[in-house]
C-alpha cells in the first residue's frame, strides 16, 4: 500500500495537468509536496521500520516491493524524459535534466534502501541461527563433571525430582481400597 501511494503519487503528479496546477496554486503545490514526503517516509518504514508491529511482512516480500517501486520510479523518469508533463512550460532542455536527476537520484536512494534492507535481512538470518543453535546445546549448569553419590534412586533429573529405580515402572500395584 506504501508503494502504491509512493509511486502512484508520482505518476498521477507527472502524468496528469496535477504538476502545471500545483505550479499555479501555492495551496495545492504545498499539498502535493507534503503526499510525496509522507508517502516516501511511509515507504521507506514499510521496507526498512525497525519497529515491530502486527503485521509485518516478511524480507522477500519486502524485496520484491522495494524492486517494483524501483522499477515503476524508474520507467516514470524515463518516459518524463521522452515526453515533459503535461502543461510543463519549462524548456525541454529542463525537462531531460530534471528526469536525469530523478532517474539516477532515484536509484542512489533505492540502492541505499536495498543495502539497508539486506543488512537486516543478514541480521535476521544470523539471530535466528544463533538462537536455533542455543536451544539444541545444553547449558553448563546440566553437565556432571563426576558421578553423583547414593543409589541410582537418590539421584536428580533434569526437572530436579528423584529418577525411580530400573524396572519400577513394571512392578504390579495391588489394588487399593
Do not use: N
Request: hydrophobic share 45%.
Amino acid at each position: 500500500m506504501a508503494a502504491l501511494l509512493d509511486t502512484g503519487g508520482l505518476w498521477l503528479l507527472y502524468r496528469t495537468p496535477l504538476f502545471a496546477a500545483a505550479h499555479h496554486s501555492p495551496w495545492l503545490s504545498a499539498a502535493v509536496q507534503l503526499h510525496l514526503i509522507l508517502a516516501g517516509l511511509l515507504f521507506t518504514y514499510a521496507v526498512l521500520g525497525r519497529e515491530p508491529f502486527a503485521h509485518r511482512r516478511d524480507f522477500p516480500l519486502r524485496t520484491a516491493t522495494l524492486l517494483a517501486a524501483a522499477a515503476a520510479h524508474a520507467i516514470l523518469a524515463k518516459s518524463l524524459y521522452a515526453t515533459g508533463p503535461p502543461g510543463m512550460s519549462a524548456g525541454r532542455a529542463d525537462g531531460e535534466l530534471a528526469s536525469q536527476l530523478m532517474y539516477y537520484g532515484g536509484d542512489l536512494v533505492e540502492i541505499g534502501l536495498a543495502v539497508a534492507l539486506g543488512l537486516q535481512w543478514y541480521g535476521a538470518q544470523d539471530r535466528a541461527r544463533r538462537v536455533s543453535r542455543a536451544g539444541t546445546r545444553r547449558s553448563p549448569t546440566h553437565r556432571r563433571s563426576a558421578p553423583l553419590p547414593g543409589p541410582p534412586a537418590a539421584r536428580p533429573t533434569p526437572r530436579g525430582r528423584p529418577s525411580r529405580p530400573a524396572g519400577a515402572y513394571l512392578r504390579h500395584r495391588p489394588p487399593s481400597g
